[in-house]
């Protein structure tokens, strides 16, 4: 580590919120499914800003929709109509599964599950929810309520009331949770922190006749599996699912902070002026981002490209005879390696070989790369994992409960 990186690590060490596992790397550029750091060094991004990269980094198409509108309008407030913000409205009403005609703007995919929360209690006059476990669905009060894992929720209990909890994939318990007093049900098609687990078309198929036999709404969020990443645009396509309401957010903007509620003529109906709202939310910078992007993988078929990539990886490295793995799995370009061990050092490991990787859970490594890499560049990380993996050398892979994010 040189000098000028000690600097910046530095004065986020002594500014910063301390919120956060650092690893010992400064980035400062990127450009596809590259990101080089202060000293020069590059590396394939297999993290991607938790998912948000889908276009990867820089792309031409979102820079010059960003400059253009910077240069002429960046913020409207929703009590004026703005040109971006309509057209992205139809852009989404024409691409999204049927009967979600409606969309709520925000900044993230936690206040897109916070607004989809708010509005099935509204829309239903019930205030229970049923959500899964290893689900994770964000960090803002109502949002940490439906995520599992006690890491994240015991130093703010107490926390909403009325969530309650089932085995993801596990239909026989998700019905004796459900009932007249359910407001909704919210899960993931891919489980992202819970593991990178998908879960199997009877359980979806099950989770909606469940909610339409007591009037609950189905709430899915795709934050990290929307536009393209699972192979399909939205990963519910692949079962033929009908949510009632869609939480849309990181890939959304390209890169631009964005979220995103989607529903229909049910919720809609239900929802007055200024029962919910956002300052930022809908601003038309980030409105032209999110539909460059949409642009973007329509015009590079990235949604194909997802599917055929992901599988490609998938089927490699199960090839691969690789200690420490005990299943690997995912869906589209979103793919997990279950280890024996836990993963921290085997990030560690990748990273000095040039690939950021990230974990999903304490032994689970996880691969969310731009729906823009290359076959190449896919190699080049399948060799470094493979790599990292092959060492039997025990003492170098050396288990410890430090968390790297």
């Given at each position: ?24 790397v ?10 080089w ?28 929709a ?47 599950v ?7 209690r ?54 004796a ?30 989770l909606r006749?469940?909610c ?9 969020d ?16 692949h ?101 024996t061990?836990?993963?921290r ?26 729906l ?13 994992v ?20």
């Open positions: 580590m040189n000098r000028q990186t000690r600097h910046w690590k530095q004065l986020e060490a002594d500014h910063g919120s301390g919120l956060y596992a650092q690893r010992d400064v980035i400062v550029r990127g450009r596809g499914a590259t990101v750091d202060a000293e020069g060094r590059s590396y394939l991004d297999c993290v991607g800003g938790h998912g948000v990269a889908l276009l990867g980094h820089a792309h031409p198409a979102v820079v010059a960003v400059n253009r509108q910077a240069g002429e309008l960046i913020t409207c407030p929703e009590i004026f109509s703005n040109d971006k913000r309509a057209r992205l409205f139809r852009r989404l009403s024409d691409v999204a599964p049927p009967g979600l005609t409606r969309s709520y703007l925000c900044n993230s995919g936690a206040e897109a916070e607004a989809a929360l708010k509005f099935a509204i829309a239903t006059g019930r205030i229970g929810f049923v959500a899964a476990m290893r689900g994770f669905h964000g960090r803002t009060l109502g949002a940490l309520s439906a995520t599992w894992s006690q890491a994240y929720r015991a130093p703010f209990e107490p926390l909403v009331p009325g969530f309650t909890h089932f085995p993801y994939d596990n239909l026989d318990r998700a019905a949770s459900i009932d007249e007093k359910t407001a909704a049900v919210i899960v993931e098609i891919v489980q992202g922190e819970g593991g990178v687990r998908p879960g199997s078309p009877a359980f979806f198929t099950g006749e469940l339409d036999a007591t009037g609950a709404l189905l709430i899915v795709e934050v990290q599996t929307g536009f393209g990443r699972t192979g399909r645009l939205f990963a519910c396509e079962h033929g699912l009908r949510p009632d309401l869609l939480c849309l957010g990181k890939g959304i903007g390209g890169g631009v902070p964005m979220g995103a509620t989607l529903f229909g003529e049910r919720v809609a109906r239900a929802l007055k002026p200024g029962c919910h709202g956002s300052t930022f939310g809908g601003n038309p910078l980030a409105c032209a981002a999110a539909l460059a992007t949409l642009d973007v993988i329509e015009a590079e078929d990235l949604v194909r490209q997802a599917e055929e990539k992901g599988a490609y990886v998938i089927e490699r490295l199960r090839l691969l005879d690789l200690p420490w793995v005990r299943e690997i799995r995912g869906m589209g370009l979103m793919v997990g390696l279950e280890l061990r836990k993963v050092p085997f990030l560690l490991a990748l990273l000095k070989r040039g690939v950021l990787a990230l974990p999903a859970g304490s032994t689970v490594l996880r691969l969310l790369p731009p823009v890499i290359s076959r190449e560049e896919l190699d080049l990380v399948i060799e470094a493979a790599a990292a993996l092959e060492s039997k050398d025990e003492d170098s892979h050396a288990e410890t409960s430090e968390r790297v994010q």
